[in-house]
Each structure stands twice: as structure tokens, then as C-alpha cells.
């Protein structure tokens, strides 16, 4: 018997974590965070307690109590027992947060497969930003009093089958705003299932999401399981191209002033947007230190063009001015030549600048002249989404002080609701469940009449194949 289990991402945007039973083989798809998973608990700075694990995630609902899934130290606080693991495997679509963020609870028993490309960017994030993911070697917590086990990873490329037991998973690449990301064929031993992950064709690299949309048709699925960020009564947002950013974005940046680009900080697609125009302005791209960490990972991946952060003419690496600087960035400092922030007041008209939201104090330091520009190249602020509206006042209070024009243009990462559902006829499996989105009882507008069954799904119950 062959059944799909939704643990998250059902009528939420994100916290994908999907489990997959044929049989006694059961595997998880992603095993991420909702977007909106704490809020009606938590707010700023009141948040689960860390110490004690998964205790307060389960007193509140906030994650399925199943044995044989977490690991000994965070179910030592709970009532929960700790036990052998019982899956065979997790495996991740891409490395966004919200397919991603739980796997530090995961049992170290339990494989987690992942591309190439995707472990590289977690492992970099790891190493720039203190969260934790999963671990290659042991590891020791000394004030937690805790030994962190190995976890077993392994990686895939497109077209790979990875057989266990009943399931054969076949990863295919999607594009996304995230390099690495990848769909799922998945063979059972009563049909095909098909998982999307997040999924768009209006990015630079579309041909991978044909390809996916290709190969899913050709596997003849029961079941399509798809995400519908952008699948709403209404969308107010505009519906740019990767193109579409570049050339608006050229426009802005020819300014003799100074010239801001704010982006998501694995949106390589616009890093490399951003860098184009810079090299087409005869401007530097100035990037910061977690950027340049990055990329410099990516190096060695042959199959990502990535610029190189300490060779390229057309880029600098942005120092802040700080009392202890954090490891990685203190071998920066050491080993490669960087620009600090009089270097930057010093050559306003002649750079593009990266500014994380949480750095806009570099802005005091810097000067801005007055009429310089922001390019916001992220989501506009969500109106049922408080925090996200509190900060899109407070940059707009940014660019108001500092005299400062602001330009939102933006790629989503994820395709729109029309194209949702003409890749969902598209495929034509027999049955599509709608995950990652707010508005799941919209499916049901498919248009493909009879054709395909759309299953709305329930969180935490078993659907049979």
C-alpha cells in the first residue's frame, strides 16, 4: 500500500515535509519550516526555547510527535522515546529555509540526500550565519553538555535513480531562485508520484524546468504533487522576467549617484543580474563578506558559472567596520584585499553596492549623496504579513532620511498561478495535490475538467495511492 502523509507545507506557504510509504519503505520530501509556523506563539524575541529541544514544539502542536524520526538530544527534554531510526531517507528539493530547516532535529540515523550544488550552499551558510543544518563529523557542544552524532549525506545530479527498497527516487533539475534545485520522480510499487519542489519558468535557466516538465509527462503520473505559492484570488505583484530585472534594473544603475542592490542572499540568479549590469556600467559590484564566502565555494561546482569573488575586476569585497569579526570573515580580512566604507564614500558614482536590510546602518557611515537609488530586487511586502510590512516602512524611512529613490524589481522564484496550472495539465497525471500555498481549494480550477482529480489534502492524514 502506497500512501502521501503531509506533515507541512499544507495550506501554508512552505514547511514542506512530505512522507512518501511503499510498504515498510517510507522516505520524506523536504523537511523544512513554514513561513508562518510560529507565529501564533511567537513573536520578536519570544521564541521556542532551544535548550529543551522539541519540548516546546510539541507542547504547542508546532511538530508531529513521531517516533523514530528526531534525534537523542532534542527529544531528551521531551516525553517523547527515543528510538531506532524508522525512515529511509529525507530527501531535499533545494536549500531554501523552508525545505531545509528542520534537518537539525532529524535523526542522525536517517540518510538526507541532496544535490551537490545544494549541500555546497548550506555548508556555506552554515559557516557565515551560526545556523545549524546537519554535521559530517561529530561535533561537541561543551556548554549544552552535548555530542552532536555524523550525519550520513549523500548527493545527487540530475538524472540519477536512487533505489530504496520499493521506492526509486529520480531527481530532476528545476529553475528556481535558488542554484541546485530539483523535482522528483518517484517510482513505487503501485505508480509514479511526482514532486515539484518550488518551480518557475520565467527565471534564467527555463530549459531546466522544461526538461523537468518533459521527463514528469513521460513517467505517466498517478500523483503530481504541486506547489502554489502564487496560486491567489488576487496577485497585485508584477510578473518580471529574470530579463525583464535586468533591463529595468540597467536603466536605474546608469545614475551617477550611488546605486543600492538588495537581494536574497541565495539568489545567485540576480547576483549574477547585478554583476552583468556592473561590467555593462563600467561600475564595481561591491558584495559583502557572506557573498563572497559563497562564491567562493561554488568555485569548484563545473556545472555554476560563478564569479569569482576575489579575482573578478568588476567585483569588491565589502569589510564592515566591526569590534570582533565572526571566523570566516576574519580570514577574509587576512588573505584578500577588501574596500571599507570611506573607500565607498570615496567612489559613490562608481559602484553597485549589496545591502543586506539588517547592514542599513552601513548607510550613516557611508553618506549616501542625495538622489542616489535603492534597487529592492526581493517580494514585495505581503499584506496579510505584519513583520514583512514592518520592515518595507522602515527601509522606505531609510530612503526617505537619506534622500534615496527606491525601484522594486523583482523575479519571483516561483511561477504564477496561470502557469501553475498549465504545468499541471501539462504533465497530466491523474490526480494533483496542492501543497506550498495558501489557497489549495483554488486547484480545483484546473481547467482540465474530468481529467485530472485534484486531492485536497489534510495535515497529518494518510492519503492511499
Not at 530547516?101 to 532529524?106: E, K, V
Not at 513517467?219 to 496577485?235: H, K, Q, S
Not at 555554476?304 to 570582533?324: G, S
Amino acid at each position: 500500500m502506497v500512501s502521501i502523509t503531509g506533515y507541512g507545507g499544507i495550506g501554508e506557504i512552505g514547511g514542506n515535509k512530505f512522507l512518501i510509504e511503499d510498504g515498510k519503505t517510507r522516505v520524506f520530501l523536504d523537511f523544512g519550516q513554514s513561513f508562518g509556523h510560529l507565529d501564533d506563539y511567537f513573536v520578536d524575541w519570544l521564541q521556542p526555547r532551544d535548550r529543551f529541544g522539541l519540548r516546546d514544539y510539541f507542547a504547542l502542536d508546532l511538530m508531529p510527535k513521531i517516533e523514530g524520526l528526531y534525534n537523542q538530544n532534542v527529544l531528551k527534554p521531551t516525553t517523547l522515546k527515543f528510538s531506532e531510526p524508522g525512515f529511509d531517507a529525507v530527501f531535499l528539493s533545494h536549500a531554501h529555509y523552508d525545505h531545509v530547516a528542520h534537518l537539525r532535529y532529524l535523526h542522525e540515523g536517517i540518510p538526507i540526500y541532496m544535490g551537490e550544488t545544494c549541500k555546497t550552499i548550506l555548508e556555506s551558510h552554515m559557516a557565515t550565519s551560526g545556523s545549524f543544518f546537519f554535521t559530517e563529523k561529530e561535533l561537541t557542544k561543551p556548554f549544552a553538555r552535548q555530542v552532536v552524532p555524523p550525519n550520513t549525506v549523500k548527493t545527487f545530479r540530475t538524472g540519477d535513480r536512487i533505489k530504496l527498497d520499493s521506492i526509486e527516487v529520480t531527481p530532476i533539475h528545476v529553475d528556481h531562485s535558488v542554484p541546485g534545485a530539483y523535482g522528483f520522480i518517484i517510482n513505487t510499487s503501485e505508480g509514479v508520484i511526482v514532486y515539484a519542489g518550488d518551480i518557475r519558468r520565467h527565471g534564467s535557466k527555463s530549459e531546466l524546468t522544461k526538461d523537468f516538465l518533459e521527463k514528469a509527462k513521460a513517467a505517466n503520473p498517478d500523483v503530481l504533487i504541486m506547489e502554489g505559492t502564487r496560486v491567489a484570488p488576487n496577485e497585485t505583484r508584477k510578473n518580471h522576467t529574470e530579463q525583464s530585472v535586468h533591463s529595468e534594473s540597467l536603466k536605474v544603475a546608469g545614475s551617477d549617484k550611488l546605486v543600492l542592490a538588495m537581494r536574497y542572499p541565495k539568489d545567485l540568479d540576480r547576483l549574477r543580474t547585478f554583476h552583468d549590469i556592473a561590467k555593462e556600467t563600467g561600475k564595481t559590484l561591491v558584495i559583502t563578506m557572506k557573498t563572497a564566502h559563497l562564491l567562493y565555494a561554488l568555485q569548484g561546482d563545473i556545472h555554476f558559472d560563478a564569479p569569482h569573488p576575489f579575482e573578478d575586476p568588476h567585483i569588491k569585497v565589502y569589510a564592515r567596520e566591526m569590534l570582533k569579526p565572526r571566523d570566516y570573515e576574519q580570514e577574509i580580512r587576512e588573505n584578500y584585499a577588501c574596500v571599507d566604507f570611506n573607500w565607498l564614500k570615496q567612489n559613490q558614482k562608481k559602484i553597485i553596492w549589496e545591502v543586506d536590510f539588517y547592514q542599513l546602518t552601513e548607510l550613516i557611515d557611508v553618506e549616501p549623496e542625495r538622489g542616489s537609488v535603492c534597487i529592492h530586487s526581493m517580494s514585495e511586502p505581503f499584506e496579510e504579513d505584519p513583520q514583512s510590512q514592518l520592515q518595507d516602512e522602515v527601509l522606505h524611512n531609510w530612503m526617505s532620511r537619506f534622500s534615496m529613490t527606491h525601484h522594486q524589481l523583482h523575479a519571483s522564484g516561483h511561477a504564477s498561478c496561470k502557469e501553475i496550472f498549465d504545468m499541471c495539465n501539462e504533465i497530466a497525471p491523474k490526480a494533483v495535490i496542492p501543497v506550498h500555498t495558501a489557497h489549495p481549494e483554488l486547484f480545483k480550477d484546473l481547467g482540465a475538467g474530468e481529467k485530472i482529480k485534484v486531492r485536497l489534502p489534510v495535515k497529518g492524514e494518510r492519503m492511499r495511492f
